[in-house]
């Protein structure tokens, strides 16, 4: 079974400072992929970022990196000079290896609250 | 419109009622689902399509029935529901390999 682990259900960063949201999970998947997700207040899940498991760069989208650490199965994300707006909710999410159909399932962490200070 | 719509986005309904929430997206994805997000609880999938057909049932109770008449258009149809049963009900689309794009949600609340 699939397994994803978010340590910190809040953290208070200052406007403009970086910030580092942990997540760890389990899989005996070969082939699976990360992904995280940001829910603001009005309920809408906004995918930020990927990662397969097979990439060997960490990923990059603007602001957001993706700290893969495959032995520690640890898919970190770093939110650099945060901003006012990047107060929400962060899930950090899996899917494992494709279904016999095709469709994905996604397995969800518990999630962050991100709250950043003026 | 783009993206994945949802409506109602809010929904008080009795215990006795029988009303349906829909969901549409005009991403040309092959897959939807269907997630309950209660509060202090991981997002919990209930049902998966692909290609209109029904490959996962998350041990969902019966009052939950899905709908999927086009690759489009996803319905959950609710029935007799309980007060557990509130909550964040949110449908998304997607490609395989890929991000999920998920719709603004509907927050249901039963009396």
């Known amino acids: 079974a699939q397994k994803i682990t978010q340590t910190q259900p809040g953290m208070f960063v200052q406007e403009k400072e970086a910030v580092t949201l942990d997540c760890t999970y389990d899989t005996s998947d070969q082939s699976y992929g990360l992904f995280w997700y940001k829910q603001p207040s009005s309920g809408e899940m906004i995918f930020l970022i990927y990662q397969g498991s097979y990439d060997e760069q960490n990923a990059t989208e603007g602001r957001y990196s993706l700290n893969f650490q495959k032995a520690r199965k640890s898919a970190n994300l770093v939110i650099s000079a945060s901003q006012l707006g990047d107060s929400a909710m962060y899930f950090c999410a899996m899917r494992g290896r494709l279904g016999v159909q095709g469709a994905q399932k996604l397995v969800f962490g518990q999630g962050t609250r991100l709250t950043i200070n003026p | 419109e783009t993206g994945v719509t949802q409506t109602p986005r809010h929904l008080v309904m009795g215990m006795t009622n029988k009303k349906s929430l829909k969901c549409e997206q005009h991403?040309?994805?092959?897959?939807m689902y269907w997630y309950k997000q209660s509060a202090k609880k991981p997002l919990e999938l209930m049902f998966v399509y692909n290609f209109k057909e029904q490959t996962e049932n998350n041990s969902v109770p019966s009052r939950f029935s899905p709908e999927c008449p086009n690759s489009s258009h996803l319905f959950l149809h609710l029935h007799t529901l309980q007060p557990e049963d509130s909550a964040l009900y949110l449908c998304?689309?997607?490609?395989?390999?890929?991000?999920?794009?998920f719709g603004p949600g509907t927050r249901l609340t039963v009396l």
């Open positions: 998304a689309s997607g490609e395989q390999g890929r991000e999920q794009f």
């Open positions: 991403l040309g994805h092959n897959a």
